[in-house]
């Protein structure tokens, strides 16, 4: 009986995870084909390098990269800014509060990440533009900074989750032996707790910077959307804004429609390198 539920469990699982990898093959192929034809007209070089975006030109001029180093430089700072708030709190959780508090405290924080992204956006434009113009002086707000702080708060519940159950598993494992040899909690933090919880940290940091690559909506709202070189305090454009902002404008079967699913397919492939870095320094270095 209970033989023949596990083998039709095991067998739905499977059925699951083929269906989801055929979905994911399909998403691939399609986004590819839609993508190649731009290079058809347009050379890989030139759309990745040369650096000025006016597809409606009299002669269309494609190129993504500003939008590419807008991408990661959002990415990056919101991360680094992220980061040690993160595993901050991942620590004042787990290791400060006591067990009623942190009950309270922890769903609080993972509601933060089911806040729409419009929502992070609204308060980036009332609250991180305005002040930069009002407070700064800034001639405008919107800027690179203005996006990695917005999207540094919209990635914090992924980082501090992530460190949070490992954080709470090795204090389980060692807290009764810490405190029998006299070992202080602030001790016991710098020299178990962080140097075991890097593994997780470093699955946090990727979590986060992918989550960050692709928001759209939050980033659009707030970083000015010109597709120039991005500067910190100065305007820029994302990957996912770009497409957000052009697509509904853009011409079935035009030039421009299949820039935006090729810009599309860079980000995807950017991800998948991200991945693919940060999987080969988790195995083969030692963290």
Known sequence: MYKKLDDIFTFIIKCFTFFS???????????????????????????????????LGQ???ISIFP????????????VIIALPIGVGAAIFLTSVLNLKVRKILKPS???LAGIPSVVYGLIGLLVIVKFFEDSLNFSSGESVLAGGILLSIMILPYIISTCDESMIKIINQYKLTSQGLGVSKWHMIR??????SKKSIFAGVILAL????????AVMMVTGNSP???????????????????????????L?????????????????????IFYYIKNNIDI
């Open 191 to 196: 020299y178990l707790i962080l140097p075991a």
């Open 256 to 276: 421009h429609y299949h820039a935006l699913f090729a810009a599309g397919f860079v980000l995807m492939m950017i991800l998948f390198l991200v991945n693919i």
């Open 21 to 55: 990898i055929v979905m994911l093959s399909f998403i691939i192929i399609f986004i590819t084909r839609e993508s190649i034809v731009v290079f058809e007209k347009v050379s890989l070089i030139d759309f990745l390098f040369k650096g000025e975006w006016n597809p």
């Open 210 to 217: 992918a989550r960050s690559m692709g928001e759209t909506m």
């Open 228 to 254: 120039i070189f991005p500067k910190l305090l100065g305007k820029a454009q994302t990957i996912p804004a770009l497409i957000a902002l052009e697509m509904g404008g853009a011409g079935v079967g035009s």
């Open 109 to 111: 924080i993972a509601i």
């Open 67 to 78: 939008m590419i180093l807008a991408t990661i430089y959002v990415s990056l700072l919101a």
């Open 59 to 61: 002669i269309p001029i």
